[in-house]
């Protein structure tokens, strides 16, 4: 049963969760994140059923988040790339990814991000562009748009 469209909220979040807020979604953005392209390598992957997969795909390409290109014509096979936009949602990818090792009670994290230019670990933090003052230290409260 497909939820209820956040389309005609006037919130930032709520139309970023219209795009990417299905779990299985997330799971692919951070698959494609990894390097993966191709149909049977998301499946693999995650174990997600076919119809499924197709759905989420459908989606992010329809969004605009994934493009399709054809690597085989007869038959016709595709891979699926980020787009500027996709690539974007790296930061929140990564956000999600530290927060789940602080919270989810693992001994050590799963996975480590390791800049490639230096091969060293890197830390990840949100800073506030201004200042540079990490988030979870400011105190912070939304005010609505004139």
């Known amino acids: 049963m497909r939820r209820a469209s956040f389309a005609d909220m006037h919130c930032s979040v709520a139309r ?31 174990g997600i059923a076919r119809n499924t997969l197709t ?6 390409v329809a969004e605009g988040v994934v493009e399709r290109r054809e690597y085989q014509a007869r038959p016709p096979r595709f891979e699926y790339h980020l787009t500027t936009k996709g690539r974007a949602f790296n930061g929140v990818v990564i956000a999600l990814m530290k ?48």
């Open 16 to 46: 970023a969760l219209d795009v990417v807020g299905d779990p299985w979604t997330l799971l692919v953005m951070r698959d494609l994140f990894r390097g993966h392209h191709r149909f049977e390598e998301f499946h693999n992957s995650l």
């Open 55 to 60: 759905s989420r795909l459908n989606t992010l």
């Open 99 to 146: 927060w789940g090792d602080e919270w989810s009670g693992f001994d050590e994290p799963p996975v480590h991000l390791i800049d490639d230019d230096t091969g060293k670990p890197i830390d990840p933090v949100l800073v506030d562009r201004r200042t540079g003052t990490p988030l979870t230290e400011l105190r912070v409260r939304t005010v609505a748009s004139d």
